[in-house]
């Protein structure tokens, strides 16, 4: 997927939808756009066709999201409103747009039945839709959650909280970002090395006292090294409602104007704003590092797992990486191999993992098409691939043998084991999955039975987290019995 159109298709739309007064899903969108990006080659909006929200809405959201058969309406609402856009924008005739419309009327009445329908669900969907609202993010550990308050800083000792390793440009990219920061525009770098001249004005930003010259406020400017150390750690977009924030509570009684605070950062060269988001840019990120490097602290690099083998891809998602980097990694990681050869790197991969590993692969090797026939049809021999591979299989209209009732409930077993890192994250967010698309409780009473290392953990956790009382119980019951096992 080629986040950055993506992400600059989102702002506009959401540009488009201030300026007009129309209420935008921003984030069924935006999931629109990743699938299509994904699965269906669209690299750009103009790549939309009336045949590109048949496959979305009635071939691959039943497939990849968690979602109830009610929730159709708005998920095709977002389409309605991305279809205005794409017209009045240009990026779609009349007739085309007309024809996306016609497409959309039918596929509003199909939609729910497809959602509704488990022969569509996917692996990472899994039988019964449990591993959250997005498997992918799940899967690969991704941190989730609310994001930390801005208003506390860190400790002050770096050994109580280690930096995350972060991903650094190219030199080539940071040199050539360097000749359009405005501030430098303004005030020169001496000469010299122009990358380390740079990390030494930062440097002089993050500890003395420029009275203002940054934010247009000398109190705003002494809080800085907080904001970027917390924007460092945290490697992500941040709504800039919570950049505000924090910035309110060191202005104290002071008001400050957001907007030209955030202007005068990104004049800086060290923060990128977003439509209603900002983070680091590459050059801040890169300047920090080097700035706590030269106190003393650690700060790692953390690698570029596209270049890694399978078993390194894995490792380093399991790490905890941003959604966007991670959805790069995987997406070169595959660019840079046949689907055949992906798919038997990351299966060998998955032999004999724990489920979290197993089911990062299994998520991944869900992406390919079926030219990866031959390597997933070898796993059907693997005891532990081979609902997975019957899965991915039938998922694809692919002759397929029939999942037994073993192996139903080990799949059963293997994907909510895959959920469980999430569910302890977010327990609410896993209690809402369950009640809309959990296991039913005849399927519950018998995983006791199940030969899988983290039966007992999987009941435990139904056990807590299922809303209805007769099914948390049925599942704390079978918990007890599949302890029981264990022990004789």
């Not at 991903?167 to 020169?188: F, G, I, K, Q, T």
Request: contains cysteine; aromatic residues 4%; glycine residues 6%.
């Amino acid at each position: 997927m080629s986040i950055e159109w993506v992400n600059q298709a989102i702002d506009d739309l959401r540009a488009w939808g201030r300026a007009r007064e129309v209420e935008v899903d921003a984030d069924e969108v935006r999931l629109l756009c990743d699938y299509a990006s994904d699965y269906l080659n669209v690299n750009e909006l103009g790549d939309f066709t009336p045949e590109t929200f048949d496959e979305l809405l009635l071939s691959i959201y039943p497939r990849k999201v968690i979602a109830p058969p009610e929730s159709a309406a708005e998920t095709v609402a977002a389409a309605r409103t991305l279809v205005v856009y794409l017209r009045e924008t240009g990026k779609a005739d009349e007739p085309t747009a007309a024809r996306m419309g016609e497409r959309l009327d039918d596929i509003a009445a199909r939609m729910p039945d497809a959602l509704a329908d488990t022969a569509n669900f996917g692996m990472a969907k899994s039988l019964f839709s449990s591993i959250g609202p997005e498997s992918l993010e799940q899967a690969v550990a991704i941190p989730s959650g609310e994001l930390p308050d801005l208003g506390e800083a860190p400790c002050d000792c770096p050994g109580c909280t280690p930096l995350p390793a972060v991903r650094l440009a190219e030199p080539e990219e940071l040199l050539a970002a360097l000749e359009s920061v405005p501030m430098l525009e303004e005030d020169p770098l001496p000469g010299g090395e122009p990358l380390s001249d740079w990390a030494q004005r930062v440097a002089r930003v993050l500890e003395q006292d420029t009275g203002g010259a940054v934010t247009g406020s000398a109190v705003l400017d002494e809080g800085l090294y907080d904001l970027f150390d917390m924007l460092y750690r945290l490697q992500v977009r941040v709504p800039v409602t919570v950049i505000g924030d924090y910035l309110d509570e060191i202005a104290g009684d002071g008001e400050i104007d957001l907007t030209a605070v955030l202007d005068r950062l990104a004049w800086s060269g060290l923060l990128r704003v977003a439509g209603d988001t900002a983070e680091l840019t590459p050059l801040g990120v890169w300047a920090l590092r080097e700035h706590y490097l030269a106190l003393g602290i650690e700060a790692p690099q953390a690698p570029d797992l596209a270049e890694a083998d399978a078993r390194g891809l894995i490792e380093g998602l399991l790490e905890g990486v941003p959604t966007e980097l991670a959805e790069d990694d995987i997406s070169r990681w595959l660019t840079g191999r046949a689907p055949g050869e992906a798919a038997a790197e990351l299966l060998a991969a998955a032999s004999g993992a724990p489920a979290v590993a197993r089911g990062i692969a299994i998520t991944i090797v869900d992406r390919l098409g079926a030219e990866a026939e031959p390597e997933v049809r070898d796993q059907l021999e693997d005891q532990e691939l081979r609902p997975h591979a019957i899965h991915w299989l039938a998922a694809r209209g692919l002759p397929a043998p029939q999942l037994t009732q073993e192996e139903l409930l080990w799949v059963s077993v293997d994907m909510l084991a895959l959920a469980m890192p999430a569910a302890q994250e977010d327990p609410e967010i896993f209690a809402e999955n369950m009640a809309a698309s959990g296991p039913p409780a005849h399927l519950i009473e018998e995983m006791w039975r199940v030969d899988h290392p983290d039966v007992v953990d999987v009941l435990e956790l139904l056990g807590r987290s299922i809303p209805d009382g007769t099914v948390a119980k049925a599942a704390r019951k079978a918990a007890f019995k599949a302890r029981s096992r264990a022990i004789r």
